[in-house]
């Protein structure tokens, strides 16, 4: 992990992006994508179908996990994403500097979290709030495509 302070604005360096497409779900999205019918329903079955691959921060699962959530809720969604992707020494230190740049916004460390989680694995994310995530864009994040 480095950084490129070039043009005036920092950029995190990405050195793990992997060769094929993964997309993290952050837990606004898996939760709005067991509605039916939503748009991230929709969505999500688009990907399911292109055979995406799609998985999960274990920050954002332990968000998931709390709930309210029915237990077949909870199968449906352990299948879909798999073993959530570990929070570890990098991300910790990533999630801060991202904390730090991002103006140190109350209420946004867990948002910081799963955006350096996202960006340790290569993955774009999916959310239902894109404002929450966008500030992170000029320092490595790639949020998914909200439509198909």
Known sequence: MGADDTGGTTRIVQARRTSHSVIHLDTSFLITALVAGSSQDQRLR?????????GVSAVAWAEFLCGPL??????????????????????????????NLGGRRRGSLIDCMVAATAIRA?????????TDFRRFETLGLELAPATS
């Open 46 to 54: 688009a990907w399911l179908v292109d055979r995406a691959s799609l």
């Open 70 to 99: 029915a237990p077949e809720q909870l199968e449906l969604a352990n299948r879909i994403v798999g073993e959530p992707h570990a929070f570890g020494g990098d991300e910790a230190r990533l999630a801060a500097r991202l904390f």
């Open 122 to 130: 290569g993955a774009a994310l999916a959310t239902a709030n894109p």
